[in-house]
Antibody, heavy 121, light 108 residues
């Protein structure tokens, strides 16, 4: 079954850390660029990071640059997001998303169901 | 960084046509994708590369892109189309992905 399953969300204090995982199944993981996208309560979708197929290149939105680190383990079909220095405005549902490798750049054709991160004291 | 604009909300009666606009500087030079987001569900791409429709998406969804405005059109709106709709582009100069702020579509 083709799917993405996120895990690792939870409640964390400001300044704390959390590591999200996205387990991939049903397709050849190392053929695809992968992204993390979040949605804060009552807000819109925000792209925050992507990683290319081999994992050698990454990019980040300014809002998380220097605090978050994206990585992947192609042998174990898993995408990660290490989140450090968490702030209240990082509270959101975090989605992993697959970028199509046959359509245009930015076509996220497969999404997970999301994992909730709450940053609060 | 590249900025997209969308009206925050719109209402449409069943069977009518909804046109959702997405503004951006010379957006016609970019490929625009549209995502449908229902509460509690993952986003779904309904139109990609300005006007292409993925398999499984009803043909009442269509898109266009010209000048500084891209448009998602839903013809013959149905109750199940009630959702938030986001336009999105890849900005090659920054290698970032940019979402518009979203338009909430209410079916009366």
């Amino acid at each position: 079954q083709v799917q993405l399953v996120e895990s690792g969300g939870g409640l964390v204090k400001p300044g704390g850390s959390l590591r999200l995982s996205c387990a991939v199944s049903g397709f050849t993981f190392n053929d695809y660029f992968m992204s993390w996208v979040r949605q804060a309560p009552g807000k819109g979708l925000e792209w925050i990071s992507y990683i290319r197929s081999a994992g050698s290149y990454t990019n980040y939105a300014e809002s998380v640059k220097g605090r978050f680190t994206i990585s992947r383990d192609n042998a174990n079909n898993t995408l990660y997001l290490q989140m450090d220095g968490l702030r209240a405005d990082d509270t959101a549902v975090y989605y992993c998303a697959r970028e199509s490798n046959v359509l245009g750049r930015g076509v996220f054709d497969l999404w997970g169901q999301g994992t909730v991160v709450t940053v609060s004291s | 960084s590249y900025v997209l604009t969308q009206a925050p909300s719109m209402s449409v009666a069943p069977g009518q046509t909804a046109r959702i606009s997405c503004g951006g500087d010379n957006i016609e030079t970019k490929s625009v994708h549209w995502f449908q987001k229902r509460p509690g569900q993952a986003p779904v791409v309904v139109v990609h590369d300005d006007s292409d429709r993925p398999s499984g998406i009803p043909d009442r969804f269509s898109g266009s892109n010209s000048g500084n405005t891209a448009t998602l059109t839903i013809s013959g709106v149905e109750a199940e189309d009630e959702a938030d709709y986001y336009c999105q582009v890849w900005d090659g100069s920054s290698d970032h992905y940019v979402f518009g702020p979203g338009t909430q579509v209410t079916v009366l």
